[in-house]
């Protein structure tokens, strides 16, 4: 039996009274459903056929899916922000959305990553991107990058980054990476700000694994934009496909074109 968990972070009001308003429809219905806060200290109750209804902008989603992604649940992306590369599901629609994704199981398989510490301190989730980045403001890091055994370049930068095709219109794209459509499963690595070293991004099949290792200086490791670790001097990480996408519902089209065209403002920005 499906259930269906809106979630949202406790600041975005709007998207709780939606939130509320949706459920009160949906319970005329029949259906019945439950609201998690998603800077809650408490574990909701999730199961592979639980719907996780998103409510907000880029940032929610990417916690809802890492929570969807836990338990093979599936996510649905609603925009409350102001643009939301990932989102596709307008407020509006919320309600006939649900109906459907609850009648039919139309996912599109999103690309993930599994990042793993040389440490040993266990394995990490990215939806977007993975960055080995410099500790310090002023200062470069030099990684080394090696796509299974075979190593490519040695970059001195602000940082490196994984990016999935999903996260190919995020931080990949600031630093001057493709666009890259969400369906190919491919990783792309793209350097930040290299200095004296080539700065184009290197498209691998997603099948194979990225390892940087840090040559110098120590270095932080962020995914998704949210710190997970750090690596000294010769330590390294490994990243590549989670075994397990992540479900995004699939009721509509992206329409990527459109999101470009509205974020670049056809080269008005």
């Known amino acids: ?44 109750v999730i199961t592979e056929a639980t719907l996780v209804v998103s409510l907000g902008g880029d940032g929610t989603f990417l916690e809802a899916a890492r929570l969807a992604h836990q338990f093979g649940a599936r996510v649905l992306a609603v925009n409350l922000g102001r643009l939301g590369f990932l989102l596709n599901v307008p407020p509006s629609e919320l309600v006939d959305d649900i109906n459907h994704s609850l009648a039919h199981d139309h996912v599109a398989d999103r690309l993930a990553l599994t990042i793993t510490f040389s440490s040993g301190s266990g394995d990490e989730f990215a939806l977007n991107e993975v960055v080995v980045e410099r500790a310090h403001a002023g200062h470069m890091v030099r990684v080394k990058t090696f796509v299974d055994a075979d190593e490519f370049l040695t970059y001195s930068a602000d940082g490196v980054m994984v990016a999935t095709p999903t996260g190919s219109t995020g931080y ?63 330590e390294s990480i490994e990243v590549r496909r989670s075994p397990t996408p992540v479900r995004v519902v699939a009721t509509r089209s992206f329409e990527l074109g459109f999101r470009l065209r509205e974020s670049l403002r056809e080269g008005h920005a």
């Open 1 to 44: 039996m499906s259930q269906l968990l809106f979630t949202a972070f406790s600041n975005r009001i709007d998207a709780i009274e939606l939130a509320r308003e949706a459920a009160l429809r949906l319970e005329g219905a029949g259906i019945a459903s439950s609201m998690y806060l998603l800077d809650s200290d408490v574990a909701p």
């Open 172 to 234: 990949n794209f600031s630093a001057g990476g493709p666009v890259v459509d969400a369906t190919l499963p491919v990783m792309i690595v793209t350097p930040i700000a290299p200095h004296f070293t080539i700065d184009r991004s290197i498209v691998v099949a997603g099948d194979r694994s990225v390892r940087f290792v840090v040559a110098d200086k120590p270095a932080i490791v962020v995914a998704d934009g949210h710190t997970i670790g750090t690596l000294e001097p010769g």
